[in-house]
């Protein structure tokens, strides 16, 4: 007879730990702010403002017309993505990957990036993963019924992780190793010399590198982040998420890619098998477009670097003007500002400050500890809206930390 006492619940426990509630705590207090007359300015969520560009368009548009292409396109990708993906690889990497077994079509990044740990881990193994680092990092272990070792990324080192505090016990037990370069809260840069220490620990502890490189193509004052691929024997341990949402402005589409180790990209595509059919064709077909555009373009065609670099100029400009010395990154589409001095003390967390900086200006930020406890005290603030917005949310901030008496 069923237990008549209690009432069974339909919610797995592991949906606690797979994320950060604040994204939809944000979104309820713009609602809030909203329906207090505020109007929004929202710099809260890393989504591109903007499309893809109209040849893009032009033939997502055409093929999306084609009978023919309504059907299962595969988990694999077709072969003209796989091999324009790698011919990408090679001409803005240097990087040979082959397009038969190193190179795995994605629907964006963030599905490799959820199911990878599924497909190359056991329950019970131990991962590596940043501290403040990208929500699905941790909650993809969670699912996966993976130990997380949090790296902290502190200021102090300019948030490049140190390689050498990871104890030699934690590298015996790890199966991977996850790491951003340029990331997600910070824009943290690796050089090589980086990477090639970093494979030479892999390699040493036999633990697989995973890097996520999906602000590849947003590198400001003459950066431009490389891959960790590029390090000498790299590809015996490594694989590296690259994603079309930032670099093209195709996040809309779904669509990016894995590349690197057979073994671990083979994985992937072995459980993705059991549970999708593929990108739409026509998906892929406009994604080949993109790369092959990238490949044509000129040096001094950045891409939509330029854009994000002038945003981060006028932003950081404003915001220093309104009272706020905010570091200017190097890459990516976002700032990660320790928040003001004075408000820098235990009554003021990071969720508080941006709830109250929502509520009273109308601006809408994420508060640093939705990436992990190593970002309590600072906020990210994402660069998604034109320069007049950010120009306007500058001067609301001003007001709000001026007149605020912490």
């Known amino acids: 007879m069923p237990n008549q006492t209690s009432k069974r619940s339909w919610r797995a426990d592991k949906l606690s730990q797979i994320g950060s509630s604040i994204f939809a705590e944000v979104s309820e207090w713009k609602q809030e702010a909203a329906q207090a007359g505020r109007h929004i300015i929202d710099l809260s969520i890393g989504s591109p403002d903007r499309g893809p560009s109209d040849d893009i368009r032009e033939i997502l548009s055409q093929e999306a017309l084609k009978e023919d292409n309504y059907t299962y396109p595969g988990t694999r990708g077709t072969m003209e993505f796989r091999e324009q993906s790698a011919a990408w690889m090679k001409h803005r990497f240097g990087v040979n990957v082959d397009p038969d077994t190193e190179i795995l079509?994605?629907?964006?990044?963030?599905?490799?990036?959820?199911?990878?740990?599924?497909?190359?881990?056991?329950?019970?193994?131990?991962?590596?993963?940043?501290?403040?680092?990208?929500?699905?990092?941790?909650?993809?272990?969670?699912?996966?019924?993976?130990?997380?070792?949090?790296?902290?990324?502190?200021?102090?080192?300019?948030?490049?992780?140190?390689?050498?505090?990871?104890?030699?016990?934690?590298?015996m037990k790890a199966t991977f190793i996850l790491l951003n370069f340029p990331g997600n809260p910070i824009a943290v840069q690796a050089d090589l010399a980086f990477f090639e220490k970093l494979v030479g620990l892999a390699k040493k502890w036999d633990v697989l590198i995973v890097h996520d490189l999906a602000y590849s193509e947003m590198g400001f004052d003459g950066y431009r982040p490389i891959s960790v691929l590029q390090a000498p024997g790299a590809i015996d341990i490594a694989v590296e998420f690259h994603s079309f949402s930032k670099s093209f402005n195709m996040a809309g589409c779904r669509i990016g890619f894995l590349a690197g180790h057979e073994e671990a990209v083979g994985a992937l595509r072995e459980y993705k098998s059991n549970i999708d059919f593929g990108v739409f064709k026509p998906v892929q077909t406009a994604a080949v477009h993109a790369l092959r555009q990238a490949m044509a373009a000129s040096h001094e065609e950045r891409g939509v670097a330029s854009l994000y670099e002038q945003r981060r100029d006028v932003l950081a400009a404003s915001l220093a003007e309104a009272g706020w010395d905010v570091p200017k990154p190097l890459a990516t589409m976002f700032l990660w500002a320790r928040m003001p001095e004075a408000f820098?003390?235990?009554?003021?967390?990071?969720?508080?400050?941006?709830?109250?900086?929502?509520?009273?200006?109308?601006?809408?930020?994420?508060?640093?500890?939705?990436?992990?406890?190593?970002?309590?005290?600072?906020?990210?603030?994402?660069?998604?809206?034109?320069?007049?917005?950010?120009?306007?949310?500058?001067?609301?901030?001003?007001?709000?930390?001026?007149?605020?008496?912490?």
């Not at 881990?121 to 940043?130: E, F, K, M, Q, S």
């Not at 501290?131 to 941790?138: C, K, T």
Request: net charge negative.
């Open 344 to 406: 820098r003390q235990e009554a003021w967390s990071s969720r508080r400050f941006a709830r109250e900086l929502l509520l009273n200006t109308g601006v809408a930020v994420i508060p640093g500890d939705a990436f992990g406890s190593e970002g309590e005290g600072y906020v990210r603030i994402a660069l998604v809206q034109e320069e007049e917005a950010l120009r306007e949310a500058a001067v609301r901030i001003g007001k709000f930390i001026g007149g605020v008496s912490p």
């Open 105 to 171: 079509a994605l629907m964006g990044s963030q599905d490799g990036l959820s199911h990878l740990a599924q497909a190359i881990c056991n329950p019970g193994d131990l991962a590596i993963v940043p501290n403040p680092g990208y929500p699905i990092y941790a909650g993809a272990l969670a699912i996966a019924g993976v130990t997380p070792w949090y790296l902290p990324l502190k200021e102090e080192r300019g948030f490049v992780p140190d390689l050498d505090s990871i104890p030699d016990e934690i590298w």
